[in-house]
């Protein structure tokens, strides 16, 4: 089972950049894809971005294709959330989550978050205007 920390998150002004990580214990996160969500205030929780567990296949919503960019590095538990271009609307709670179903890997379950079974406690992105 794989327990997942968020840090990374914070106040920062648009058109800024921040880098979130998420650092994995347990040893099934190399064989598990991992996907970032977020929340804001009143809104239903999103899909952002994707991984697979080799990192070969990345996926990504349409509000953040180009903007936000998903990676892992394996040898250290993490997978990152890189966000550049900021904007306020992407203010929210940002939640990674894990996940060993190969599905997700392959396809990214982008609209299939319950196949998502271990999520981290989120941390807060501010993006001011």
């Known amino acids: 089972q794989v327990q997942l920390v968020e840090s990374g998150g914070g106040l920062v002004q648009a058109g800024g950049s921040l880098r979130l990580s998420c650092a994995a214990s347990?040893?099934?996160?190399?064989?598990?894809?991992m996907g970032w969500f977020r929340q804001a205030p009143g809104k239903e929780r999103d899909f952002v971005a994707a991984?697979?567990?080799?990192?070969?296949?990345?996926f990504y919503a349409d509000s953040v294709k180009g903007r936000f960019t998903i990676s892992r590095d394996n040898a250290k538990n993490t997978v990152y959330l890189q966000m550049n271009s900021l904007k306020p609307e992407d203010t929210a709670v940002y939640y990674c989550a894990a996940t060993l179903d190969y599905y997700c890997s392959a396809y990214g379950c982008s609209d299939q978050e319950w196949r998502y079974d271990t999520w981290g406690q989120g941390t807060q992105v501010t993006v001011s205007s």
């Open positions: 347990g040893r099934t996160f190399s064989r598990s894809a």
């Open positions: 991984i697979s567990w080799s990192g070969g296949r990345t």
